[in-house]
């Protein structure tokens, strides 16, 4: 278990004192054991679920919406343009 939570913390870019490998490899342990106990679990006629809530989207309808800034031309507002495009400088 101590090299692969000193794999972990280096993938983490994490340095750890031997105290914090010390709790985190408790920690780990105590995690994979109640994997374990949910592995023990029958769950053969249970439905495979996304979202514990049955949820769904809903959708408005999709109809066309006035542009609030249709008439608006946005490059004329800019500093610099030409022929309806944005000038910039050169960045070489």
């Known amino acids: 278990m101590s090299f ?3 794999h972990m913390a280096m993938l983490a870019r994490l340095k750890l004192t031997p105290d914090e490998k010390e709790r985190i490899s408790g920690q780990m342990k105590t995690i994979l054991e109640y994997i374990e ?3 023990e679990l029958n769950t053969d006629n249970v439905e495979p679920t996304a979202h514990v ?7 408005r309808e999709d109809e066309p919406a006035p542009q609030p800034l249709a008439d ?3 490059i004329s507002d800019s500093p ?5 495009h944005y000038e910039v400088p050169k960045v070489l």
């Open 4 to 6: 692969d939570i000193e």
């Open 37 to 39: 106990k949910l592995s």
């Open 53 to 59: 809530l049955g949820l769904s989207n809903v959708f």
């Open 72 to 74: 608006h031309n946005p």
């Open 80 to 84: 610099a343009h030409f022929k309806g």
